[in-house]
């Protein structure tokens, strides 16, 4: 597991000027310019999830972490079944929060108007409870 104070995460931010382009570092500094991800959750998903592997699109770092749905069909029925969970579990818990914090430091943003015109009228308290909605406009986008 990965614990690093925020301290130790600005002190690897404050040498950014040395550092070449494609650095954990580097990776932080761009991170950390959005509303809403400090320095640790930066870190976090440049060590964990952007350091290792290169991503092209929205529903190739959903898979990574787990995010990605899981239908079922049958010969009647066919519905949803969530998320399937098989990725990374630290990752995917961060998105879940940033997901959420972007709702709330980017209020004008099109990913959180889009959100509210589709799922805004379910209530934000009956989707919080343990729901994963926001993920559905932020990685498989």
Known sequence: MLTITTSRALAACSTLDEVTPGTVATQV??????????????LTLSTELFAWRQFTNGRQIGACVGLTPTPYHSDQHMHEQGISRSGNRRVRALSVELAWKW???QPHSALSHWYHAHLGRIGARRLRRGSDAPLQFTHVA
Do not use: E
């Open 29 to 42: 500094q761009h991170l950390t310019r959005l509303r809403g991800i400090g320095p640790n959750g930066a």
């Open 103 to 105: 709702l709330l430091w």
